[in-house]
Every structure is written in C-alpha cells, then in structure tokens.
C-alpha cells in the first residue's frame, strides 16, 4: 500500500512555481530553481524559483513604477478589492491548509486554523479601508486650523516569518494595501 502524496496533485498543480514580478510569473533570470519540501516526509513537492538580487530589484521597481497608481484607487475599491481576496481565501481554505501543512509540518488542523486567521485579517482590513479617516482641529496657538490627512506614503517591503506564513503575511500585506 502506497501513501498518498502530502500535497494533492490537483492541488500541487494549481501553484504558480515562479516569481511574480510586475503583474506577471516568470521564471528567476537565472533560471536557479530550488526543491520545496515536505518535512516530515521529505518528499519534493514543488521545484520553484530561486530568485536573484536582479529579480529582487526587478519586482522592486515595479512596485515602485505602480504605486502611485494604487495611491490612487479610492477606498472603496481597496475595500472590493480586499474582499474579494478574503472571498477566494475562503473558498480556498482546504488548499491552502493542504499547502501550509504539506510546506511546513505543521498539522492539518492548525493549518486550517491559520487560513481562517490569516482571512479574518484581510476581511478586516477591507471593512477599514473606506474609514480612513483625517482630523481637523485648532492649532494650539488659536488663530490656525491643522489638517492631518492619512494617505500612503510608499512601498512597504514586508518579511515574514515561515512558521505562520498565511496569518503573518496577510497580517502586513492587507493594512498595506488598506492604507
């Protein structure tokens, strides 16, 4: 008798393997790959891209090159569009708990657990995104009025830990893309 695979092949077969630079997947321009493992089996699960400083300032340049574009989508759209995430996120649960237990070793449970946490993140932060809210007030000195206005401000460069990588990801990506 045979184990069954640690990811689904159905599964497996869904996730992008290369880096995503400017809208699009590509390949790492090095064409360097790396074997993505499942611990407690050791099993490959996933040849993906190894990317290189080139790639690293290639996808840095485009965040750049869009920023003032998404500085400039108004609220309720961040909000649709955040939803929208949480929405697939949702749908998607089982895989993604698939893929954080396959990747990681964490149990399927906790995994499941974590999708769910890490979606509550983004679901939250679309329901802010359309209360960013300013203040107006007197200047201390009395004969002026201070404006503070909350906008973004630039690219936010985010690292994440590997032991909860949906929960902690969203947990920076979302008010980012909120904001």
């Known amino acids: 008798m045979s184990t069954p695979p640690s990811l689904p092949t159905e599964v497996a077969a869904q996730i992008p393997t290369g880096l995503l630079i400017d809208g699009q997947w590509r390949p ?20 993906v891209a190894d990317a290189s400083d080139d790639d690293a300032r290639a996808a840095m340049d485009a965040v750049a090159g869009s920023f003032e574009a998404w500085r400039a ?3 309720r759209e961040r909000a649709e569009a955040l939803r929208a995430v949480f929405d697939r996120m949702t749908a998607r649960a089982d895989d993604l708990a698939a893929v954080v237990t ?30 960013v809210d300013g ?3 007197r200047a201390p000195a009395g004969a002026n009025h201070q404006v503070v206005l909350h906008k973004p401000v ?3 460069y985010a690292i994440t ?5 949906i929960a902690m990801a969203t947990r920076k990506i979302a008010p980012a893309l909120a904001a």
């Open 161 to 165: 830990p590997w032991n909860f990588p």
């Open 28 to 47: 790492a321009s090095t064409g360097a790959t790396f074997a993505v493992e499942d611990p407690a089996t050791t099993e490959t699960i996933l040849e």
């Open 73 to 75: 989508v108004a609220p």
């Open 102 to 131: 396959a990747e990681g070793g964490k149990p399927l449970a906790e995994s499941r657990a974590e999708v769910a946490y890490g979606a509550e993140y983004v679901r939250w932060y679309s329901e802010q995104a359309v209360r």
């Open 154 to 156: 630039g690219p936010a």
């Open 135 to 137: 203040l107006a007030r």
